[in-house]
Nanobody, 121 residues
Framework: QVQLVESGEGSVQAGGSLRLSCAASGSIFSVNTMGWYRQTPGNERELVARAPTKGTSTYADFAKGRFTISKDNAKNTVYLQMNSLRPEDTAVYYC???????????????WGQGTQVTVSS
């Protein structure tokens, strides 16, 4: 009913930049929050940044000053601009949305398929 489609996967050298995009589509009544998480092998998924439809965005400490999350509410799309990338930023990045499904009028958590970001030294 609802899907998140991510784009922007890539490989860069340390110090470079990447921009990830995530668009939500389907039976959507409203979106509460969209955000980005990341995961490396053997580790739990961790928050990178999240942007509520209303309110202030929040960032993980490692993302502050380097990453910027932005959201186009009209398009149900969230972006993550990543600058000054480091090798330790290498991970699979997942988009997450907390939204209300139109067909059922229930709230649901939806995840994207994940996109690989690789930063080489």
């Amino acid at each position: 009913q609802v899907q998140l489609v991510e784009s922007g996967e890539g490989s860069v050298q340390a110090g470079g930049s990447l921009r990830l995009s995530c668009a939500a589509s389907g039976s959507i009544f409203s979106v509460n929050t969209m955000g980005w998480y990341r995961q490396t092998p053997g580790n739990e998924r961790e928050l990178v940044a999240r942007a509520p439809t209303k309110g202030t965005s929040t960032y993980a400490d490692f993302a502050k000053g380097r990453f910027t999350i932005s959201k186009d509410n009209a398009k149900n799309t969230v972006y993550l601009q990543m600058n000054s990338l480091r090798p330790e930023d290498t991970a699979v990045y997942y988009c997450r949305a907390y939204l209300r499904v139109r067909a059922t009028m229930t709230w649901a958590e939806v995840w994207g398929q994940g996109t690989q970001v690789t930063v080489s030294s």
